[in-house]
C-alpha cells in the first residue's frame, strides 16, 4: 500500500512498527488481533494479543538499532566522512546543545562501543577501517582542529591522511 499522505519520517516509523510486530508473532509466539478504534467502527488498527512478546521483540530491536548506528557511524568515518557530517545525520543540531556536534557525535558513537573494545574508561575512541589505506584507524575525536592529529594507525603511506597532514600544514601559516 503506498501512503502518500504522510512524511517520510512518519512513514519509517510505521515501518518500523510493522517489522517489530512481526517479530513479536514470528518469534515470540504472539498472534495478531484486529482492532477498532474508539468510535470508529470502520477502522481498525492490527495489534498483538501478548504485549509482552511486543516488548521483546522492540528490545531487540532497539538494541540492534544501536548496533547498526555504531556500524554505520565506523564506515562513514573510515570513508572520510566527518564527524560533522555524522552529527547531521544522527539529527544532533548545534543549537540544541552547548558542545560542538561532532564532539556530541563522536562521544555517542564511542560510549556506545561494548565493554570488550573499550581501551578505558578515560580514553574513549572510534575504530574504522580508512577506505584509503586499509589500515585499522583508531579515532580519537574531534577535539583537536586537525583530522591529522587524531587518528593514529594510518599507513605511512595513506594518501588521505596526507591530504589531511597537508591541510593542517597550510592552516597554521
Ligand atoms: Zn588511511
Redesign the pocket.
Known amino acids: 500500500m503506498t501512503r502518500y499522505d504522510i512524511t517520510p519520517g512518519a512513514r519509517a516509523v510505521l515501518v518500523v512498527q510493522d517489522q517489530i510486530r512481526r517479530a513479536a508473532c514470528e518469534v515470540h509466539g504472539a498472534s495478531t488481533v484486529e482492532t477498532h478504534l474508539e468510535g470508529l467502527p470502520f477502522i481498525t488498527r492490527t495489534d498483538i494479543d501478548d504485549p509482552l512478546a511486543g516488548i521483546r521483540a522492540a528490545v531487540a530491536a532497539r538494541n540492534v538499532a544501536n548496533a547498526e548506528i555504531r556500524r554505520y557511524a565506523e564506515q562513514a568515518r573510515g570513508a572520510a566522512r566527518t564527524w560533522d557530517e555524522i552529527a547531521e545525520a544522527l539529527g544532533i543540531r548545534a543549537a540544541d546543545f552547548e558542545e560542538l556536534p561532532a564532539i556530541l557525535a563522536f562521544l555517542l558513537i564511542a560510549e556506545n562501543r561494548p565493554l570488550p573494545f573499550r581501551e578505558s574508561f578515560h580514553r574513549l575512541d572510534a575504530w574504522w577501517r580508512?577506505?584509503?589505506?586499509?589500515?585499522r584507524?583508531r579515532d580519537h575525536g574531534p577535539f583537536d582542529g586537525h583530522p591529522a592529529n587524531n587518528e593514529t594507525?594510518?599507513?605511512r603511506l595513506?594518501?588521505?591522511?596526507a591530504a589531511d597532514i597537508a591541510a593542517s600544514r597550510i592552516e597554521e601559516v
Not at 130 to 135: A, D, P, Y
Not at 158 to 161: D, L, Q
Open positions: 580508512c577506505e584509503s589505506c586499509g589500515k584507524v594507525g594510518h599507513d595513506c594518501r588521505r591522511h
